[in-house]
């Protein structure tokens, strides 16, 4: 079955990029718009350098935003999830801020942050933060109540509560969190450089669009892909290896 | 009563809870006193306070009034150089194995990783558990998981163990070996055990007094004796007699318990 | 209780912003005492007169963006979950998308369609597709297959079982799909809508930010929070219809 499952794909995506570039040397599809892959692999080889640079540059303020998601995704979930009146109060409204889409004040942050990376790293983290910060709250509020009473009745201090038990029970929602916060926060950058930005990726691949460099703006759009998938998969590679416990 | 000195005094003890149906009285002005290295077990229907009162002992449960004594001193909370609770469920944590959850009391006391690691290391034999060391509870029986809760509070050494219906959740077959095996514990180490059950059966194979407790609001209905010596056959005349009294003890409450139908 | 500590925290955003918006520059923020004004202009049509021609033609976008998403998810989901091997091959491959932040599409579908709601309608299509295709997918694994073969013990023939035991046994997850793709196609109109266009509800936002007329830009800010708003309470409530049914 998993041989025939890994034939199926790999014949699928021959065949899809065969019928495309046949259909591109036939002239079914205006090049201009739909240009072929070997014209897209000509066009990578051409901007490669300035296009892995402009990847850096993006992924530079994405890790930058994605450390800031984590730490306080996970510190500010841990707090409010663990006390009652803070969670019942805030819950709504972190949910609400969660669900807006966050384009809406966009403008607004480049109005007051200007251009350049400053608006891409903070667009970057609210992002990526509200998806962390929803599901660590949701599982320090549904840790095994057994557990905290255990602790507590082993003389657990609050600090001990936190770091011995809270913690390393909420480390899959994190781990949950992370997969997901991370393609957040490279949204939220990209969307920055394609809106406002001089930089980076987005800048590039809404340069090329504008100038209809069509060869070249595929060749960004599947690196940028490519590089997100690699990352994705990685941390579910961590992932598995983190939570080995859970069988 | 017993001639070795008291450790446990529970003196007039009343205790309430706030519900939305309004106030419910779980205990009301209870009396207990259990002296050392006895195995005196708490038996009653459901609903009767057995566990708010283990609770008070271990403290994790707050007292409205009344006193409780451990060692001669006020409880005021947790304290785990004098008390250990095994709870009904097991209450691993599952990221640990099972060494790591035997260490875990003495983690918290900041007792140094090699020491604590020979404590736990040394405990897996009699626990029955010494191939398991580096096994997560996903990996473990009922009666296994159960046997590492119990380790665990074994490990902090205290004088005095609580025990919630540890074996509540297992098996009769699992549920009688591991009452034999406690007993082999409890006689090693000569340490006081306050033991909640709902089974006759375990509470008189197991106990020197049994506490029967009314339908709640919880009282001291009446403490038995059990004088026999270990290990005890269900079948003996002596035991078969205890067991018809205790029950007829407990019949009344339960049916009570049960708002007076059947 | 909490609520009204919730109304509290409300009030107090509120009260700073107040604050806050008044100390600074005008430019860059204002207070929601200006606000109001500015929403009454927007709402008598004396800011910002073609505001109902660019609601219509943003709620046309989503429409037609979402109507496509629906029929599309829903004819590829049942395509892939009914054969097994076909299934296994492209799940995977759909999910490997799914890692892709969405945005990185858009600059292509901004050259491929241009300006205009062409592009916003591709982007809408391409966001509300992945959920309902995935919802489709998810139902038709929670069906018990057990059911299936009953009926078919008892002589249904493949419409029928299609009809009676799957579409009720994976109605749940799938009403559920469809409403994460209704947000889904909203936003990403309107975030091509911001990031590029002449006409709709972003063209205007653009514009209110682009001559610095930020309290204009918060009026309609809000009015189309209410837009988002309301699709999403209307979508919540076909669900829970539709949740009371399948019980």
Redesign the interface.
Known sequence: ?TL??RA??LA?ILAALGAWEGAARAGWVDPL??PAPTAVAIAFARIGGAALAALADTLGKTAVAYVLSVVLGVAAGLVVGSVR?LR??LN??VIALY???K??????IV??LGFGAAPAIFYGTIHGLFPILVLVMGAVRDV?R??V?????????TW?LYW??LL??I?PSVLAGMRLGL??C??GV??VE??AGVRGM?YV??A??NG?Q?PE??AA?AL??AA??AI??ALDHLNEKLS???? | MTASPRIIAIENVTKRYLTSSGPVEALHEVSLAVGEGEFCTLIGPSGCGKSTLLGMLGGLVPLDSGRVLVDGQPVTGPDPRRVATVFQDAGLFPWRTTLENVEFGLELQGVPAERRRGVATELLGPLGLRGFAGKYPRELSGGMKQRVAIGRALAIDTKILLMDEPFGALDEQTRLLMGEWLLDIWRRTKKTVIFVTHSLQEALLLSTRIAVMTARPGRIKSVLEVGMDYPRLMESGELVALRAKLWSEIREESLRAMGGRL | MTVLVRLALLAAVLAVWEVAGRAANPLMAVPPSAVLPALRELLLLRSYPDLPASLLLTLREIALAYGLAVAAGLACGFALGMNRLVGRAYGPMLAALYAVPAVVWYPSLMLFFGLDAASKIAFGFLLGFFPVTLAVLAGIRQVNPQLVTVARAYGAGPVRVFASVMVPAMLFTLVGGLRTGLALSVIGVIVGEILGSKRGMGALINHAYGLLRTADYVALVLMTLVLIVGSDALASLVERRARKWSE
């Open positions: 079955m025939r499952v199926l794909q699928s718009f739909v009146l019942e109060v709504p409204f669900g807006i889409p384009i809406l004040v966009l403008p607004w109005l007051v095994d057994t557990l009473t255990v602790a507590r009745s082993y003389g657990a201090t001990q011995k038990v390393p029970a480390v393609v957040f490279l949204l990209l969307v394609m809106f987005g691949m809404s090329f669009a209809f069509a703006l595929f759009t940028v892909s997100s998938i994705v998969l080995h416990w859970r069988g």
